[in-house]
């Protein structure tokens, strides 16, 4: 009922406060903002963007709350010691996490690009650094592209719809590689708009050099952007023989997905085998894209902790059926359309919708992306509520959404200055929107860490040179595991490791120094005992 007032308030405002501002005064003041707006935009909404995603991340220092969040800071750890990998553990089975190779050496399964990004903040000692920093680019990327291809009261609303959104306020706060994966796709954007309109050289570099870097991050999320990318360039470069400038932009992208090729040989001694097909045959051979199962056991054997990822992964698996298909993108599409318009934004589908047959030909080129994205993973197994794969397509369902809503305002209203002042009152809107969901992702996020800061409380009260071994119990909560690997394992204060019965005495021996503890999952941190 109180969305309804507010709404009926803002289209009255708009309707008629006009009237009672002078013609003069109005278009000046209007004016002045939007020079403002174009001049200081980007970088207002960049620390805006940085303050709610930190406040909403809810510690100074947040902690990792996935598997796949430890996977990267570890391995930004080891790329902050200049080092590719580290050896592996004495006895690797104490030591199994998930997402994380321990055999021949120590390293994250996935492409380095979002690690070597995340060194920064290992360097430093502030790992939130980046995220943050990633936020801030996105942040700044959203409005100025909108401003760019419109104007800069909708790209306000642009960014308004965007940083609210409940896919944004969930998975910006973390160290998911999404967060490098949309700073790129946004920049590479930028540089393709500005090498068509100047055709200057750099900017086609920066272009390879950002889908260079998307591609080593999340290969299958850039190949879906890269596509439409590279259908406009290759355009270009034959229509105007631009051949120089593509042969060097090519160069370009091609040194950088030479990492990949290193990182193979580093991490698992064959330039042709990844860590992540590694590990995939290690621990979930079926976890692999397409509509068939792999049967073939893993090689290793599979911890409690992993074994929950086993079975999550398998249950998707066995789900992922050609002739499921139909109800598999209608499972995705609406949970990604629940994440976008839950709650008091679910009336924004509608000019979300209205949006799409508003569409100038740069959004529609983002939309087509967006599209790909969807349609690249549909192959791919995964938990349909699980929608961080889709957090790139967030800014352009937002500029879609900001579209519709400023073409429906000017076929009502009629009037450049009301649609302006309706669209300032649309996003005030929001902003009042947004303030119980900022709240209520901050104690998501407090719940998600609980487990996590409370374990870390414990381990902080124990002697230098611990062992503590865990015994996990029966579970479904997939994420919640505490044994971790680290880029000094010998200089580390405390070791955390699978409790796996009798063979503890072998690694006892093996460290006669340490002192070793047990803790049973099934009783919290309050029941860490010696």
């Known amino acids: 009922m109180i969305a309804v007032i507010l709404s009926a308030l803002a289209i009255l405002a708009a309707l008629f406060a006009p009237r009672y501002v002078r013609d003069e005064s109005f278009a000046t003041r209007i004016e002045r903002a939007a020079i403002g707006l174009r001049r200081f935009g980007p970088l207002a909404t960049a620390v805006l963007s940085v303050a709610i995603v930190w406040f909403v991340w809810d510690a100074l220092v947040p902690i990792a709350q996935v598997h796949d969040e430890n996977s990267y800071l570890l391995q930004a750890d080891i790329f902050a010691r200049g080092r590719w990998t580290v050896p592996s553990p004495p006895i690797p089975d104490f030591f199994e996490q998930p997402h994380v190779q321990v055999v021949p050496t120590v390293a994250s399964k996935y492409p380095p690009g979002h690690a070597l990004l995340l060194s920064i903040g290992s360097l430093v000692r502030f790992p939130p650094l980046v995220p943050l920093l990633l936020t801030a680019i996105t942040a700044a990327l959203v409005f100025a592209l909108a401003a760019r291809l419109t104007n800069p009261w909708l790209a306000l609303l642009t960014w308004t719809m965007w940083i609210s959104a409940p896919i944004v306020l969930r998975f910006q706060a973390s160290y998911f590689s999404e967060l490098t994966t949309s700073a790129v796709v946004l920049g590479s954007w930028w540089a393709l708009l500005e090498w068509r309109e100047t055709r200057r050289r750099r900017w086609l ?208 209203l009629a009037d450049e200055r009301r649609v302006r002042l309706a669209s300032i009152f649309v996003t005030a809107l929001l902003v009042g929107y947004a303030v119980p969901a900022i709240v209520f992702w901050r104690n998501d996020h407090r719940g998600r860490a609980a487990f996590f800061v409370r374990f870390a409380v414990e381990l902080k009260k124990l002697p230098p040179h611990s062992i503590v071994f865990v015994r996990y119990t029966p579970r479904t909560l997939q994420h919640i595991a505490v044994v971790f690997n680290s880029a000094d394992l010998a200089h580390e204060r405390v070791w955390v490791v699978h409790d796996l019965g009798p063979r503890n005495a072998e690694l006892r021996r093996l460290v006669p120094d340490r002192t070793s503890f047990d803790f049973e999952e099934e009783q919290l941190v309050d029941r860490l005992k010696r």
Do not use: C
């Open 205 to 412: 570099l920066l272009l390879a050099l950002a889908v260079g870097w998307g591609a080593i991050t999340r290969p299958l999320t850039m190949l879906a952007f890269a596509i439409p990318i590279g259908v406009v360039v290759a355009r270009d470069v034959v229509r105007l023989r631009l051949w120089l400038d593509f042969g060097l932009a090519f160069l370009t992208g091609v040194l950088v997905l030479g990492i990949l090729p290193l990182w193979s040989a580093r991490t698992t001694g064959d330039w042709r085998v990844s860590p992540l097909e590694q590990y995939r045959k290690d621990y979930l051979p079926f976890d692999k894209i397409g509509f068939t199962i792999d049967t073939s056991p893993p090689r290793r054997t599979v911890s409690p902790v992993l074994k929950t990822t086993y079975d999550y992964f398998l249950f998707a698996r066995k789900q992922q059926q050609l002739s499921a298909l139909p109800e598999i993108i209608g499972d995705r599409a609406l949970n990604l359309t629940i994440i976008l318009f839950k709650g008091a934004r679910l009336p924004l589908l509608l000019f979300a919708i209205a949006g799409l047959f508003f569409m100038s030909a740069p959004l529609q080129f983002a939309a087509i992306s967006a599209l790909l994205l969807f349609i690249a993973h549909l192959p791919y197994a995964h938990w349909a509520p699980w929608t961080v794969y889709y957090l790139e397509a967030a800014p352009v369902i937002a500029m879609i959404t900001a579209v519709g809503i400023w073409r429906v305002a000017t076929r009502i």
